[in-house]
């Protein structure tokens, strides 16, 4: 269907990857680390779950918010392909400060962590755009492609660091996880050859003494106008998403019958499976709005984004249609969760490599980095939304949020779609020029 890839697509695909294997597979393990009793066999550290939940809803939104100054930093210092470097060396530097038991080396070990994916996630997202020229019709394909890679890790570590924290102790987990990076640093290092045009810093004119002022173009206004857009998305968007592995996986445990054939699936299992659907999916989805183009009827970016938070709101349906036959007294059919992660994935593919594309389309060179910084800082936010959003279950009743959820992201996704005239002219305005 596409004209071949340029190779440094490969080496940012496998890099990513096993730097998602290392954010997951250590997510996988912290709340659980944190709230082990700290006796016994595989120790934790005791904590209760309310303040363990509070870590992990503090650490999920600073390591996206840690992307602003990432970004700042390629697109000012360093350039993309350095800061890429660096930040994953802190990101495995961090993980194997956390193998060590020892609540400086806990604390020491996060703080790295946050930094290193502040300076990795965001640049090297920039970088997949970079491999593709202005106009250049596979911009789209490759970040699908890339976003699969993000799942393949996604997908692989909960099992893996999870099974090995669980069964032979946190520690090994995360040192585990701390290997994982490392072995994408090699990847990187190796490919450095096929990216050699890639990621570098942009020289920047200085006029002496003065600083160069030129005011906005409407287009550029246009642009930013859609990017801001796009993040008020993301924000409502991660804020539902993210209740996978809260509420949801909570949920998971309690009140849905996870037997089948006389095996009851463990509920740690079911953090994968979202990601196994991107893995299966990612090529469907985007297969389907691109022939959707194809026939003339080009869906902008917010069009599509406006519709996956629409199908994000069936997913959470689904949660309600759970909540309302468990509240008959039975544990609810696990086909309404598997119905609600397969929607929700679909909204997710709809909008989150669709973003990370049209960012890297639609902002100014000098800015690329930053533009993709405080994209992420937004997710970081959606992040910190889910966790708020999921603690209301415990006053307000599962149903009640899980529905509350899905009228919020009907009534969102319409208003964007009210305003879609208006919108429809302002993207098509702002991507026509580039694409
Ligand atoms: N699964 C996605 C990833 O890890 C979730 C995400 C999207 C995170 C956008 C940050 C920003 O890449």
Redesign the pocket.
Known sequence: MTSRHPKGLAILFFTEMWE?FS??GMRAILVLYLTKETMGANPGLGWSNTDALALYGWYTMLV?VMSIPGGYVADRLLGQKKTVFIGGMFIALGQLTLAIDNMVAFYTGLALIITGVGGL?PNISTMVGGLYKQGDSRRDSGFTIF?IG??IG?ASAPLLVGYVGEVYGWHYGFGLAGIGMLLGQIVYIWGQKYLKDVGNLLPVKKTEGKKEHTPLTKIEKDRIIVLLISFLI?IVF?GAYEQAGGLMNLYTKAKINRVVLGWEIPTSLFQSVP?FF?IILGTAVASFWAKRQLKGKEASSLFKMAIGTFIMGFGFLMMSGAALEAATGVKAMLIWLIASYLLQVIG?LSI?PV??SFITKLAPAKYASIMMGI??AA?GLGNKLAGLVGELASNAGELEVFTGIAVFCFAFGALLLVFFKKLKVLTHNAEAITN
């Open positions: 998602r954010f997951y996206y996630k976003y993000i799942n996604a993301v991660w990601a991107v997710e989150s973003a990370l994209y992420f997710t």
